[in-house]
Antibody, heavy 123, light 107 residues
């Protein structure tokens, strides 16, 4: 069974930093592009970032570009999101999600998703 | 950026009724690159439909997707109690964007 488990979400002050983790199991992690998606409280879904299966390509939403960095450690089946210069509008539940198709950067839907980790940016 | 607009915002129906959810794109989307997700309170989104009309593994056949170009539809033929949830469409033709969601609630 494919499982994704996020961790690292806490309450942090505006301007602070945080690193989220996602641990994967049940599939060949280093074959798949991985994504971060967030959901502000009571709101819809917003794609945040992706990283290719080998870590060689990364993409970001304009809202986080220059502040967030996605990375992965395939030896640990782990995905990360380094979040710097946090703002109140970054408050959200952050999900990691697996791409649908191996060795494909684009044109993927997300399946499955982890349960999410909550980041709250507040003073 | 392709903007997806879902309608209605809320759909109030009774179990056994048919639900029709709409997703309209601001520009044409290849039907291969349109998906639907279901999200229940306190849970992560779950893939229902990909390629506009293909059901994901384990999804009952009362769920169906259709459409092309800028207009896509998710239909639930007969609502079961477990189907009351929020539904999102997603396009992955140009980057990845989601609609704002349609809540299907019990009337």
């Amino acid at each position: 069974e494919v499982q994704l488990v996020e961790s690292g979400g806490v309450v942090v002050q505006p301007g602070g930093s945080l690193r989220l983790s996602c641990t994967a199991s049940g599939f060949t992690f280093d074959d798949y592009t991985m994504h971060w998606v967030r959901q502000a409280p009571g709101k819809g879904l917003e794609w945040v970032s992706l990283i290719s299966w080998d870590g060689g390509s990364t993409y970001y939403a304009d809202s986080v570009k220059g502040r967030f960095t996605i990375s992965r450690d395939n030896s640990k089946n782990s995905l990360y999101l380094q979040m710097n210069s946090l703002r109140s509008e970054d408050t959200a539940l952050y999900y990691c999600a697996k791409s649908s198709t191996s060795f494909q950067l684009r044109y993927n839907w997300f399946d499955p998703w982890g349960q999410g980790t909550l980041v709250t940016v507040s003073s | 950026e392709i903007v997806l607009t879902q309608s209605p915002g809320t759909l109030s129906l009774s179990p056994g009724e048919r639900a029709t959810l709409s997703c309209r794109a601001s520009q044409s989307v290849s039907s291969s690159y349109l998906a639907w997700y279901q999200q229940k309170p306190g849970q992560a989104p779950r893939l229902l439909i990909y390629g506009a009309s293909s059901r994901a593994t384990g999804i009952p056949d009362r769920f169906s997707g259709s459409g092309s170009g800028t207009d896509f539809t998710l239909t639930i033929s007969r609502l079961e109690p477990e189907d009351f949830a929020v539904y999102y469409c997603q396009q992955f033709d140009v980057s990845w964007t989601f609609g704002q969601g349609t809540k299907v609630e019990i009337k």
